[in-house]
């Protein structure tokens, strides 16, 4: 039984406070979009005006389009997501439900080195795994991009806490009905691990479009190039002067993934949450 | 359990005419009660009769819409919970996990006693007044401690106890501030039946000794009627009767009170009274004359009932054994109307096979008659009847 | 063999669960132990990409370390950046995080606008930061000097560079501990909020300190770990703003790090400020364990 909203008057120095926050919060939001509306002579009198005294979005866009190939760019961004996710999927799902419910000869080794696994940051084996793509050739590929995120080690753990939870009897009652192992992993346990699986799928896709650090490393060029790389290299070859068009980049990088965000908030939110409470 | 008295508090709790809304769903209706002080009264109904909201009212956890609550002779209608001098346990005792069983009842008086400043966290301790404060409330916790058996548990956490255990830990922390009206909320239904049971003696003593007025909530009629001085029945958001338990079980004012009290339920019959003022059931006089002309409903508790050689006629259906006594389900045969009665089970031998028919008696000066509004009606017993023709 | 069904099930299951980790922890092997078992033997040598070989050096790396000026600006920088963002980063979403859950009204559209730098791409962010920390035709310069203070040169001043990329850091990791907070505040049960009422708290900061406080405990500590490690992996703002400058006041370790990989390719010595870096985090989850065991979790 929840007790009635306070009037709107007592509620009023809270709401106000969240909307400073929220406004200052939004700022570099606002100042990209409406720097990216305007023409070089208004960004570089810094007036305070939000609104262009001369339109120049399409220009600005346009040179974005025209310069850089923005479409290659979010194809990147998609595949090496996409790519990395359903390794991810594929590897984590079957390991973390083995881990979960069957009982095997060398389980405890496996979960430690899960754990260990957590501990250590991406970070370090990236030197090694540069060299190896390298001397293998495939660098500035989309192999390179994809196959050192293809072991998600938090994704493992996630599953097994989730499978965890899933009851016993089940599994036994599959066992009865004379499933196959293998049988009950695809009929029985994979159509239930949906609300960990897109919780997880969330918390991956934004930890990958996201990251500069790896991509940075094995790409050169454009072909190969992801999304945020693309915004460095764009930045870079403007070297400060198009202020302009480098905001509308920006924006039109950004864009797909706030969009989508906007659509499925409460997914989002639920999946860091929930990742981050089992984590 | 050791002595735990105190002077007796003033008071008692008067809630005059409460009303409260939730959206479109009028809950409560218009309810006044009074409970003297060193009173114990149980308020009962079935889920959803707006029980706990009033109860949450006089705790000033909620707000009524319309009416006002007393505590004493204090209007605390618009005081804050802390300001009240209430102390509420809680059905799922609320105890804070974070805090020692000793920290816990220490709560209340700490709140209360120390000011901002003392209550500081390393601080506190070295502020003017603290230490002798603290000494105080220390002795009255061991001595509320005490009173529930909890001493060698002072040091534990809530997560460490057993069920029983964290309800006295609750209840120590609602005895020790002394206050001038006790509030259960259900306390007894999170806990193993045969733990219910001595508890509820427990409950009554530590209300005997403290000598608070206490209201006490609950959805279970046997604990109503075991524990209270006096018993309000509530549905749908008004009191139906406040009475002792005896009245409440002989003499219930309204057709709902009968109904709810008692186990088995009470056995209701269509009846009818007829122009000549006799009471008729399935067309049977039953020994009962002066009603007003109309349909009735005749209740009769299953105690009351015997099966004999004429009668009003059944059907048994099927028979329980409950070990002290006997059920005996059954029908009557004219309105198909279920009835139970209960038999000691030496009867059993003479009992009437399933699916075969028998008569019913019972001793009409104990039967209820009831309006078709529901309230009860007086009627007359003819004079040497004591039975049915 | 007439190997009975009992005898068959252990085995059957064995053999199934090694099937299905098997992908796991091949990639586990090639992509995870087998790497980082690499970076810690490269640490110990003085390899460098394109040259012909390269020596077992022992300490030397950890040697030139310890006395190179810039590694030691470079760990100092780092430091102080966790040292800004995480406090700041948790106390700012503490606090919004109990202004939404106080009232009804605007949780989700509030949620969302704190949540937006979560999935938003860093780097065009970054760009954005950049535009509007600019000197001279910054917005937020512009508002400063029409209020007639100062303009300082933020992200170009080595007085200021650190705490205008803590600023941004604080931005970025605001909305992440906000929904952390928000899922441990709907956790706590109403009930004792009634009770701590009941027993006499009256003011918001009694409450907040009889109940709020310690059943978020676990969550506190939770979003602690989380954020010290999100900040020392501090390397996009800098990549994108400063690249290290100016003149080292912005340089963190991972950036030295890539620089050192990648820049100079002295990967020995690179793999020793992985190894630096490794520690850290190490350290930080270790403080996590020991706090659990203790005084957080009371159930």
Known sequence: MSEPRPPLLRDAPRLALLALAGVIMLMPYIWMVAASMKPLDEIFRASLSLWPERFFAIENYGKVFATIPVGRYLWNGLVVCGGILFFQLLFAVPAGYALAKLRFPGKDLVFGAVMLGLLVPPHVQALPLYVAFSQVGLLNSYTALIAPFTISVFAIFLFRQFFRSLPDDLIHAARLDGFSELAIVWRVVLPNAWPAATAFAIFSVVAHWNDLFWPLIVVNGTDYATPALGVLFFRSAEAGDDFGALMAAAVIMTAPLVIAFLLAQRRFVEGIATTGLKG | MTEFTGHPPPGGIHIRAVEKRFGHTQVLRGVSLDIAAGEFVALVGPSGCGKTTLMRIVAGIEQADAGSVAIGDRDVTRLRPGDRDVAMVFQSYALYPHLTVAENIRVPLALRRLNAWQRLPLLGGWMPGAADEGHRMDQEVRRAAEALGLRALLDRRPAQLSGGQRQRVALARAIVRRPAAFLMDEPLSNLDASLRVQTRREIVDIHRQAGAATLYVTHDQSEALTMADRVAVMQDGELLQVATPEAIYADPADLRVATFIGSPRINTLPAEAGTDGMVRVGGHPVGLWGARPGPLTLAIRPEDLLPAATGLPARAEALEFLGESLLLHARHEATGAPLVLRLPPEMRPDLPPGGSAFALQFDTSRALLFGPEGHRVGASVLSGMHALV | ?299
């Open chain 3, 1 to 299: 063999m007439a190997l009975t069904r009992a005898a068959r099930a252990p085995w059957g299951e064995a053999a199934a669960a090694w099937m299905l980790s098997a992908p796991a922890v091949l990639a586990y092997v090639l992509m995870l132990a087998l790497p980082t078992l690499a970076t810690v033997l490269l640490a110990f040598t003085d390899f460098e990409l394109g040259a012909t070989g390269f020596r077992w050096i022992g300490l030397d790396n950890f040697a030139e370390m310890l006395s190179d000026r810039g590694f030691g600006i470079s760990l100092r920088n780092t430091l102080i950046y966790v040292g800004l963002v995480t406090p700041g980063s948790i106390a700012g979403a503490l606090a919004l995080a109990l202004l939404i859950e106080a009232g009804l009204r605007g949780r989700t559209l509030f949620r969302a606008v704190f949540f937006l730098p979560v999935v938003s791409l860093t780097v065009a962010m970054a760009a954005a930061w950049q535009y509007l920390l600019h000197p001279t035709i910054g917005p937020l310069n512009a508002m400063l000097r029409l209020a007639g203070l100062g303009a300082p040169e933020w992200l170009s001043s080595s007085s200021t560079v650190l705490v205008s990329l803590a600023a941004i850091g604080i931005w970025e990791n605001l909305g992440f501990n906000l929904v952390l907070f928000l899922a441990g505040l709907t956790a706590i049960p109403r009930e004792l909020y009634a009770a701590a009422e009941v027993d006499g708290a009256r003011s918001a900061w009694d409450r907040f300190r009889l109940v709020t406080w310690p059943m978020l405990g676990p969550t506190t500590l939770f979003v602690l770990t989380i954020t010290m490690i999100r900040a020392v992996r501090v390397f996009d703002t800098v990549a994108v703003l400063t690249q290290g400058g100016p003149n080292k006041a912005s340089q963190v370790l991972l950036y030295t790090m890539y620089e050192e990989g990648f820049t100079y390719f002295r990967l020995g010595y690179s793999a020793a400020v992985t190894l630096v870096f490794l520690a850290i985090v190490l350290a930080i989850m270790w403080l996590q364990t020991k706090l659990l065991d203790k005084r957080v979790h009371y159930v």
